[in-house]
C-alpha cells in the first residue's frame, strides 16, 4: 500500500522529486584458465606459453562464463527519462526500476533529463557505452522528435529492448470554467474562430502529433503554446493560460475529481471513464502510449534479450500490476523481436500523420 501510495503522490499530484544520477560500468569475471595464466609468473613459463594458455582460454570458454559475462545487473543500471519528474512516463519508469531492482537485487537509478526536449537525454544514452547498464525509457514522442526537426537520429540509432506497459490514454481536457463542455464544442468553435484557441503541446513531443491530427481530420487550426511538462500544462490550464491541453487520463482524472478541469474526450479507441475520439468519428485521432526501453547502439544480442527477459515476468507480479492498474496502465511486455516490430509499426504511423500535417522535415 506505501508503494502505491507513493507512486499516485508521484504520478497523479506530481510531487516526485529527482532521483540522484549515477553511473556505472560493466565488469567482467575473470575465466579459470585466465586465472592460471595470471598467476603463471616468469620464472615458470615463457612468453610463448603464456600466449598459448591465454588462446586456450579464448577457445574453451564455457557456457557458464559466457553467461556471467552478460550478468548486466552486477553494476548500477541508469534508466534515463526525458521528462520531467512527476509525469505519467517518470512514475511508470520509476515502477520498472523497483521492479528491476527487487528483482536482480541491484541498484537502479531513474535520471530525469528533459533539457532540450529530451535531446540531452537521448544523447546521453546514444553515446553510453553498449554494457546495459545505461537505458532510456521513452514512448512515441521520442520519434515524433525526428520529423519535427528537434532530433537527427531515430530509433534505429539505438537498439531496441523492450515494449513494456501501455501508460493509458490521454485525454483532451479544458479548465473547468470552459465554454466547451465536449469536444464538438471546441472543434466548432475551433472553426468559426480560426487560430484562436491556445493548445498547450510539449514542443518536439507526442501532444503536437495529437493535435495535428485533430487539426488533420477536423480541418481546424490551433494557436500552440508550448505548455512544457504535464504538470505545468495543468497548471497553466486552470490558470486560464491555456484554453485546451493533452494530459494522461490518470492525471486527469484527479484534477477533474477536485472540480479543476473537465475532460472533452479520451484519445484513442475505447474507454471506461469518458467518450473517445473514435467513437466521435476522428478515426485517426489516436495514440500509442507503450513505454519503450531502447539502449546505446551496437549492444550484444545475448545481452539484449537478457535484459528483455528481465521484465518477462512483470505482468505476473502482482504488486508491480497493481501500481501500474493504479497508474492508469496496463501491465505488458515483448521479447525483443515484437518489441522492434512495434517500433517499426509506430514510426510508420507517425510518418503518415507527419506527411499529413505537412511538417515532414526529413
Known amino acids: 500500500m506505501k508503494k502505491i501510495m507513493s507512486y499516485l503522490l508521484t504520478g497523479l499530484l506530481c510531487l516526485g522529486l529527482l532521483s540522484g544520477c549515477s553511473s556505472s560500468s560493466s565488469t567482467s569475471d575473470t575465466t579459470e584458465a585466465e586465472t592460471t595464466a595470471v598467476e603463471t609468473t616468469a620464472e615458470e613459463s615463457t612468453a610463448a606459453e603464456t600466449e598459448a594458455v591465454a588462446e586456450t582460454s579464448a577457445d574453451d570458454e564455457s557456457d557458464e562464463a559466457v553467461e556471467a559475462s552478460y550478468d548486466w545487473a552486477e553494476g548500477n543500471v541508469s534508466i534515463y527519462v526525458p521528462y520531467s519528474a512527476g509525469g505519467m512516463s517518470d512514475s511508470h519508469t520509476r515502477v520498472l526500476a523497483d521492479y528491476l531492482q527487487d528483482r536482480m537485487d541491484v541498484a537502479v537509478s531513474v535520471v530525469n533529463q528533459d533539457s532540450g526536449s529530451g535531446v540531452t537525454a537521448y544523447e546521453t544514452v546514444r553515446n553510453a557505452d553498449p ?98 511538462s504535464e504538470s505545468e500544462k495543468l497548471t497553466s490550464l486552470m490558470g486560464g493560460y491555456l484554453d485546451v491541453t493533452v494530459v494522461s487520463k490518470a492525471a486527469a482524472l484527479e484534477y477533474e475529481t477536485a472540480g479543476e478541469i473537465k475532460v472533452l474526450a479520451a484519445i484513442g479507441e475505447s474507454d471506461d471513464n469518458y467518450v473517445t475520439t473514435v467513437e466521435l468519428g476522428y478515426e485517426s485521432v489516436i495514440w500509442d502510449t507503450g513505454l519503450i526501453l531502447l539502449g546505446p547502439p551496437n549492444m550484444d544480442e545475448e545481452l539484449v534479450e537478457e535484459i528483455n527477459a528481465s521484465f518477462a515476468g512483470i505482468v505476473d507480479d502482482e504488486e508491480t500490476v497493481e501500481l501500474i492498474t493504479n497508474l492508469g496502465g496496463t501491465a505488458e511486455w515483448m521479447n525483443v523481436e515484437d518489441s522492434y516490430a512495434r517500433m517499426v509499426e509506430r514510426e510508420s504511423g507517425i510518418h503518415e500523420i507527419a506527411d499529413a500535417l505537412g511538417i515532414n522535415v526529413r
Open 131 to 228: 554494457d546495459g547498464l545505461t537505458l532510456l525509457s521513452v514512448h512515441a514522442g521520442f520519434m515524433c522528435s525526428y520529423y519535427l526537426g528537434n532530433y537527427d537520429y531515430t530509433y534505429e540509432d539505438f537498439t531496441v529492448i523492450a515494449f513494456l506497459q501501455n501508460q493509458g490514454n490521454n485525454v483532451f481536457a479544458v479548465p473547468a470554467d470552459s465554454p466547451y463542455d465536449t469536444l464538438e464544442d471546441l472543434v466548432e468553435a475551433a472553426k468559426e474562430n480560426p487560430g484562436g484557441i491556445k493548445a498547450g503541446i510539449t514542443s518536439g513531443a507526442s501532444t503536437q502529433f495529437i493535435f495535428g491530427a485533430l487539426q488533420d481530420e477536423a480541418d481546424i487550426t490551433f494557436e500552440y503554446v508550448d505548455g512544457g
